[in-house]
């Protein structure tokens, strides 16, 4: 079956860094775009960053542009989201993700994606 699971969090000063890992299992994670997103407590969960199959295209949220950096190794079948000046706004969990059903870079919603992890609690805070 499935399984995404995600690494990597923690808690970081305003302007640290964190990169965080989602090993996937279950699935030919090459063949396939993969996403991270975000919830902050009480909010709605976020687009982040997606990355194609092969790793030769990304896009980011704008709220993260600049600061955050998606990638995969599909020899590993892991994608990675390497966060720098992170802000409180931040703060929340973080989901990598799996679309299935097509390549297309401006899939950024969640009802779009077919399978989920369990999420790592990132906490930006002095």
């Known amino acids: 079956q499935v399984q995404l699971v995600e690494s990597g969090g923690g808690l970081v000063q305003p302007g640290g860094s964190l990169r965080l890992s989602c090993a996937a299992s279950?699935?030919?994670?090459?063949?396939?775009?993969m996403g991270w997103f975000r919830q902050a407590p009480g909010k709605e969960r976020d687009f982040v960053a997606r990355i194609s199959w092969s790793g030769g295209s990304t896009y980011y949220a704008d709220s993260v542009k600049g600061r955050f950096n998606i990638s995969r190794d599909n020899a590993k079948n892991t994608v990675y989201l390497q966060m720098n000046s992170l802000e409180p706004e931040d703060t929340a969990i973080y989901y990598c993700?799996?679309?299935?059903?097509?390549?297309?870079?401006?899939?950024?919603?969640?009802?779009?994606?077919?399978?989920w992890g369990q999420g790592t609690q990132v906490t930006v805070s002095s």
């Open positions: 993700a799996v679309d299935y059903r097509q390549a297309d870079m401006r899939r950024i919603g969640v009802s779009m994606y077919d399978y």
């Open positions: 279950g699935f030919t994670f090459g063949r396939y775009d």
